[in-house]
């Protein structure tokens, strides 16, 4: 982790959990990491700007095998999303790198709760309580923002985005409902983008790359309501997640170009 992140060992822990577990698990064990100083703020500022990621079963269950219907597509969407993830992590080892203030300010060892049959149940009932709390959480954002999404689309705010943007950059009106659609709430735009009418379905997975790597204002919201406790700026999630996005996508056009399996008509 420190030669390629600039992080320590102890950051491979929401690294991996966020490949794993998906939106916001990496953001929420980053915002532990500060609150125990396992982490400086500064390495937290890096880690939260790649380790908060789309989950395996949502890009390969849901977005592949669902709305795609093809599992092949959902493992081309999951390698680059984990490739970009990477990339962005490594690029963000850079992340304030000349500033001396990045020292912790105390030893990991005292910062660990020690877990014994004394105090087992105690533990147990906060992380059930803390999980709960969490997950409630995340429903109420997708809730929420899907409703935003609807009364959007009744006052017909969508479609005079994708006049204009369709007018001044000549791109289908479809796909511009879907991208923005997406950078509000993530699954309702990834539903939308499946459908679109394509003679290759190349675009639609490019664009959904890009969506995946972006995560949109809802999960974004979600992560700032985590993080602003422990006071990480959100800024490096913003410029991480809009990398990733782009990335993503790039990635995965690269891969559609060499390879023919994806260039079937619908």
């Known amino acids: 982790m420190r030669p390629i992140f600039n992080i320590p060992g102890e950051g491979s822990f929401p690294f991996l959990m966020g490949i794993i577990s998906g939106y916001p698990t990496g953001a929420k064990i980053v915002a532990d990491f500060k609150e125990k100083n396992i982490c ?3 390495e937290c500022e890096r880690l939260i700007a790649f380790t908060n990621n789309s989950g395996p079963l949502f890009i390969v269950g849901t977005v592949g095998s669902g709305l795609f219907s093809n599992t092949s597509i959902g493992f081309l969407l999951l390698f680059t999303h984990i490739l970009a993830c990477i990339s962005v992590g490594f690029l963000f080892r850079f992340w304030k790198f000349k ?25 147990l009932g906060i992380s059930i309580k803390k999980a709960i709390s969490t997950t409630v959480m995340i429903g109420g954002f997708v809730v929420l923002f899907s409703v935003i999404n609807s009364m959007l689309d009744n006052i017909h705010f969508f479609d005079i985005l994708t006049n204009i943007f369709s007018s001044a950059f000549n791109i289908p009106k479809d796909y511009i409902n879907g991208l923005f659609s997406g950078i509000i709430e993530l699954t309702n735009g990834i539903s939308k983008v499946c459908v679109i009418p394509n003679k290759t379905i190349s675009i639609n997975i490019i664009l959904c790359a890009f969506l995946l790597g972006f995560g949109g204002i809802s999960v974004m919201l979600q992560v700032l309501s985590i993080t ?4 990480i700026s959100i800024k490096p999630y913003i410029i991480g997640k809009l990398l990733h996005g782009f990335l993503a996508a790039l990635y995965t056009f690269i ?3 060499n390879s023919m399996i994806f260039n079937y008509d619908i």
């Open 40 to 42: 400086t703020p500064i």
């Open 99 to 123: 500033k001396a203030k990045n020292l912790r300010t105390n030893n990991l060892s005292e910062s660990i709760e020690i877990v014994n049959i004394n105090n087992l149940g105690e533990v």
């Open 228 to 231: 602003s406790k422990s006071n």
């Open 255 to 257: 891969i559609l170009q």
